[in-house]
């Protein structure tokens, strides 16, 4: 299939950027798999086919998508092009992205590298909202700064993927934080209570849109697969060997079992316990077949002021920018405990003072009809004095994960529960025609 694309589209062919929608974005998207693909057979057109894709983003000059070059300038990627919405496609072009970085692992091109650092800083700081979600209605427009924030499965699943990416390549566990967000608000809450079928958009200030039928197919619809791939990506993220050292890294505290090998070829396995982020005490045995000499990094979440690890019940460790490192001889049975506090925290968007949000740890808080009336909900809450306050033995409820009270200063209450809980009560669609309905109905990105 690679051998009859590079017969159609390339040099003195069609140009890879006139193809399909969006500047060649979709069709760009090959790149991970043709670098893979070069490493499989070592036929060095493959690698010479993925070079082209990336010059040709620059074959008009000034012009979409000019990945690499405006990348090199750390320019937000919604401010590079007129029309941004017209060409920012979010989950193409993060593909891109990550395909730059497989290319830039082969070549050590370091141009590669820091353009894609520097767009994923953009796009952090620019497009992504408290839910972790990235993006409006599956364009990179600015999102950050709109309160509706209505985000897209797919896109976040391929955040979710160059965050691991950039992970491993590095050993920055600040990348996890990003995963984190993402997977308690976004993954969480992309599915139904049934399990069975998914949404199309996750709003904050906008009603969920529930995904229709694709593509006049019976069960299928692209956000209603990804969001699978993106849960499934968190048993390779949460315990990880570093790149080239003795050591793992532990990013995310999620209860399970976990096996790794180190540099040195010794087999690790961690057992984690723990009830995180409803509170911030983790328990973890390790189990390994013989002594090793090595560092464990524990990953500080970056909205947490305390966090400590003690191993066999003594206190150690040091920090190094967002990890707690413990460097030591581990053996068989040691456990370790972390501790670390998990509150409330009002989030607010720079230019809208008026919309503020609660978190609790990374979940995003949110008032619903579980809980209240609707009629209710429109309700105004003032934020004053506030104070969150777990419901430690809530009423039988398997609807909801996590239940709080929120009093302020006034006395006023009212009860939250985590946004993942919320908007899950859908079924399946049964009309393929839906789609159609769906496409007519889009709402503008500008």
Known sequence: MMDHLMTEVGPDKVSMVD???????PSSSILTPLVKLYLNTKEKKYLDYAEYIVDNWHSVADNPPY???????GAPVHQWFPEKG?????YEFISCVEGLIDLYQVTGNEDYIKASKNIYTAIQENERVITGGIGYHDKLVGASLKPEGLNEPCDVVYWERLSAKLLALTGEQAY???IERLTYNVLLGSFNLEGNWGVRRLGLNEPHLVSPLHAFTKYHQCCVANVPRGML?????????????NELLVNLYIPGDYSNSLSDGNTVGLKVETDYPKTGEIKMALDTEKSFDGTLSFRKPDWCQNFSVSVNEEEMGKFEGNSLKVTRTWKKGDTININMEVGQRVIEIPEEKNFKAIMWGPVVLARSSHLESKSSLDT???FDGLQIAPISKPEQNDKIWMHFTATNKLGDTVELCDYASTGREYEIPKDPAAWEAMIKNRVETE
């Open 67 to 73: 990945i690499v070059q405006k990348g090199l300038t």
């Open 176 to 178: 996890a934080n990003e």
């Open 86 to 90: 017209k060409w920012t496609k979010a």
């Open 380 to 382: 105004a809450f003032a």
């Open 19 to 25: 193809t399909g929608n969006f500047y060649g974005l």
């Open 233 to 245: 990506q968190l048993g390779e993220v949460a315990i990880m060997s570093a790149k080239d050292q």
